[in-house]
């Protein structure tokens, strides 16, 4: 078993990456799409709020902002100042109470699933179209003019196409990737007067 499936079965594990920062950047992801994911569960109409497990509302929060804000604060508070970061072992219990739920309800959703084709059409086709954006620094492209532009140089220096591609996706909510995926793939309407 690797340590990333070790961490994922306990949150509370010590991770130990080559760097802290390594360590905290697995952290920071798991993070940031916890709630991001419920959000747009909720939006989608997947889930309801109210299905939130309760030991996981009152520890965590039921809305994004509250679920980031609670596990920034205690993964501060258990690890600043240790060789290791992780969650306490309570929050670690309710993380992974929360990702099952998020498991249940919402990765292994029957309508996520029905849709799963399109889905990965969607993102081979972003992947490719983006990377061809970066590659040829196209600045009309939301990578470029959005993503990468005041981008700390040594992001753009040390990070390779594939992986600046992959960090904008990663970081799109499901409504954005969905609505760039349209709005690169279907054409606009063309003015009146060439509707003759």
Not at 30 to 42: F, H, K, L
Not at 144 to 150: A, C, E, I, P
Not at 168 to 191: K, N
Request: hydrophobic content about 40%.
């Amino acid at each position: 078993m690797t340590e990333y499936t070790q961490k994922i079965e306990d949150p509370s594990r010590d991770f130990l990456p080559t760097t802290l920062e390594g360590a905290l950047v697995r952290m920071v992801d798991t993070i940031s799409y916890i709630g991001r994911d419920i959000e747009d569960a909720i939006r989608l109409g997947l889930i309801c709020r109210d299905a939130i497990p309760r030991e996981c509302k009152e520890r965590l929060g039921d809305t994004n902002g509250k679920i980031v804000y609670n596990l920034v604060e205690d993964l501060i508070n258990n690890s600043y100042g240790k060789d290791s970061i992780a969650f306490s072992a309570e929050v670690a219990d309710i993380l992974a109470i929360l990702r099952e739920f998020n498991m249940e309800h919402i990765y292994r959703n029957k309508l996520i699933k029905t849709q799963a084709q399109k889905i990965e059409f969607l993102f081979e086709f972003l992947f490719k179209r983006l990377l061809k954006d970066v590659k040829k620094w196209n600045k009309t492209s939301p990578i470029v003019s959005g993503f990468l532009n005041g981008m700390d140089p040594i992001y753009i220096d040390t990070t390779t196409p594939e992986e600046m591609v992959r960090d904008f996706i990663a970081g799109m909510t499901d409504a954005y990737f969905l609505r760039l995926a349209q709005d690169l793939l279907i054409p606009e309407e063309l003015p009146a007067k060439f509707n003759q």
